[in-house]
């Protein structure tokens, strides 16, 4: 695999009968901490916050996950960061908070098929099977720290800054090839 380190094209980068990992069109992200009554920022970004580590929450494609006890990852359409930027001011003064867009850091891989939590298992000493489907953790894979996803049984995304996406993707690449041969 040849994978540039800079804006890498969304695509499939591996595919086997155990699992599909694809980078996932580039989106908005943005990176708040808060403390406090959440009301001001929930009625800003047009979502209720989510208030338990790992929880998420979404408002039409917008969607946010709790990585900490103040810390959220929003993601959101690329059109869509300047609006909540400007709106999340907007109630700066009555309710300070950090909120840094992060849209250019990170990209996120998608990891699906019938052995994608096995293949995750690869480089991330987590049980994946403990992490409920619709629910988020950071974590750490094969040394590198993730967002780890959970849209379904058999689907997953993992966020991971832009560096490390050739050694990550070519992990993972190598990882489906051995499942597809322990199958075969």
């Given at each position: 695999?040849?994978?540039?380190?800079?804006?890498?094209?969304s695509?499939?980068?591996?595919?086997?009968?155990?699992?599909?990992?694809?980078?996932?069109?580039?989106?908005?992200?943005?990176?708040?901490?808060?403390?406090?009554d959440?009301?001001?920022?929930?009625?800003?970004?047009?979502?209720?916050?989510?208030?338990?580590?790992?929880?998420?929450?979404?408002?039409?494609?917008?969607?946010?996950?709790?990585?900490?006890?103040?810390?959220?990852?929003?993601?959101?359409?690329?059109?869509?960061?300047?609006?909540?930027?400007?709106a999340?001011?907007?109630?700066?003064?009555?309710?300070?908070?950090?909120?840094?867009?992060?849209?250019?850091?990170?990209?996120?891989?998608?990891?699906?098929?019938?052995?994608?939590?096995?293949?995750?298992?690869?480089?991330?000493?987590?049980?994946?099977?403990?992490?409920?489907?619709?629910?988020?953790?950071?974590?750490?894979?094969?040394?590198?720290?993730?967002?780890?996803?959970?849209?379904?049984?058999?689907?997953?995304?993992?966020?991971?800054?832009?560096?490390?996406?050739?050694?990550l993707?070519?992990?993972?690449?190598?990882?489906?090839?051995?499942?597809?041969?322990?199958?075969?």
């Amino acid at each position: 695999m040849n994978m540039r380190v800079s804006s890498p094209a969304s695509g499939i980068l591996a595919e086997s009968k155990a699992a599909r990992v694809s980078i996932v069109a580039a989106q908005g992200r943005l990176s708040l901490r808060a403390r406090g009554d959440l009301a001001p920022l929930n009625a800003a970004l047009g979502l209720t916050l989510p208030d338990r580590i790992g929880a998420r929450a979404s408002a039409g494609e917008t969607e946010a996950v709790c990585l900490g006890p103040d810390e959220w990852t929003i993601l959101t359409p690329v059109g869509e960061i300047d609006r909540l930027i400007a709106a999340c001011a907007g109630v700066y003064a009555g309710h300070p908070h950090s909120l840094a867009d992060i849209s250019g850091r990170e990209l996120t891989l998608s990891i699906e098929g019938p052995q994608a939590a096995e293949l995750l298992t690869l480089g991330c000493a987590r049980d994946i099977d403990t992490i409920p489907v619709g629910q988020a953790r950071r974590t750490i894979f094969d040394g590198v720290t993730v967002v780890l996803w959970r849209d379904a049984p058999d689907r997953f995304r993992m966020d991971i800054w832009n560096s490390f996406a050739p050694h990550l993707g070519h992990l993972l690449e190598t990882g489906c090839k051995e499942l597809a041969a322990e199958t075969a």
